[in-house]
T-cell receptor, first 109, second 113 residues
Framework: GQNIDQPTEMTATEGAIVQINCTYQ??????LFWYQQHAGEAPTFLSY??LDGLEEKGRFSSFLSRSKGYSYLLLKELQMKDSASYLC??????????WGAGTKLIIKP | IAGITQAPTSQILAAGRRMTLRCTQD?????MYWYRQDLGLGLRLIHY???????GKGEVPDGYSVSRANTDDFPLTLASAVPSQTSVYFC????????????FGPGTRLTVL
């Protein structure tokens, strides 16, 4: 079966750094996506990794290791507006996205 | 309009009723998708369409149907709603299958009583 695992909830302090992990087992791999979803809103695209390594985009970075079936999203200089759920999704051999349940990130002042 | 829209925003529906959720995009994207999102679960794909005139079944298609008569519109129909179809429904589109992210509509919150 196909499976995406990420922690259910994490708490971090404003101004700090947090790493959200994602492990996956899928039938094929054609890229990994991270999305942000604020409560009551639609998911919005954050990052895309298809090759091993780190992709940096401002305060957000995403890392991929295909051999380990592992990715993480790194958020630096946390702001209160970063309080949201972060969704990991893998595109499988059929080019469909398989989604994790999401990690709810709580930022405390 | 700019992007992807859905209607209605929310709906309360009696079990057994027929309901169509509407989705329209103006980005000329080939691919469109319908997901449902339930608490504690990841987004689950109901149906998809890679291009106008074609549709496919996702992970949870039972009880739902779709059509793709043109590029812009991708309606989702519940022929006879049941309480287990209570969920938030998101429509999404993408420019293609290779390396393209999906853009999401604002969602429809559906309650079936």
């Amino acid at each position: 079966g196909q499976n995406i695992d990420q922690p259910t909830e994490m708490t971090a302090t404003e101004g700090a750094i947090v790493q959200i992990n994602c492990t996956y087992q899928t039938s094929g791999f054609n890229g990994l996506f991270w999305y942000q979803q604020h409560a009551g809103e639609a998911p919005t695209f954050l990052s895309y990794n298809v090759l091993d390594g780190l992709e940096e985009k401002g305060r957000f970075s995403s890392f991929l290791s295909r051999s380990k079936g592992y990715s993480y999203l790194l958020l630096k200089e946390l702001q209160m507006k970063d309080s949201a759920s972060y969704l990991c999704a893998v595109r499988d051999s059929n080019y469909q996205l398989i989604w994790g349940a999401g990690t709810k990130l709580i930022i405390k002042p | 309009i700019a992007g992807i829209t859905q209607a209605p925003t929310s709906q309360i529906l009696a079990a057994g009723r027929r309901m169509t959720l509407r989705c329209t995009q103006d980005m000329r994207h080939n691919a469109m998708y319908w997901y449902r999102q339930d608490l504690g679960l990841g987004l689950r794909l109901i149906h998809y369409s890679n291009t106008a005139g074609t549709t496919g079944k996702g992970e949870v298609p039972d009880g739902y149907s779709v059509s793709r008569a043109n590029t812009d519109d991708f309606p989702l129909t519940l022929a006879s709603a049941v309480p287990s179809q209570t969920s938030v429904y998101f429509c999404a589109s993408s420019g293609g299958t290779g390396g393209h992210e999906q853009f999401f509509g604002p969602g429809t919150r559906l309650t079936v009583l």
